[in-house]
């Protein structure tokens, strides 16, 4: 963490945050709190870390830190952050996808198109149309 500020591209927080970070809040849940402070930090890429971050926890079936985090996120106007949470919504809906569905019915209509387009990326075509089309 002390060496976060000299992360500064999407490609670094992407290979570190999931194997180093991530693999340690999985192990010592008691330092999550720190995504949560990344989440609103002015820096895109502490942003970017937060999100990212918890796919570790995604992939062991922990989907309510990622879920809060995107929350934070939901109305970011960077598009890498847009990218960032919609994948790891998808990922999300690969594991569960009732949990993925009943966030994007809380939040489609106003979460940004990017976001929208990534989480719904693996959808049928119908159920993507749905989404992107009542909104």
Known sequence: M???EHINNWDLIDLSSVEILGEY???HPEYK???YTFA???SLWERRISIISTFTLIRDHQ???SLKIAT???QDKEDLIQKAVGWMLREIGKRNLGIEEEFLRKHYQTMPRTMLRYSI???S???RKFYLLKK
Do not use: R
């Open 33 to 35: 709190k720190t995504i």
């Open 72 to 74: 934070i996120l939901l």
């Open 63 to 65: 989907f309510k830190d």
């Open 40 to 42: 609103k930090s002015k």
């Open 25 to 27: 809040f999985l192990k």
């Open 125 to 127: 075509e119908e159920k």
């Open 2 to 4: 002390s060496n976060a």
């Open 121 to 123: 990326e693996k959808f």
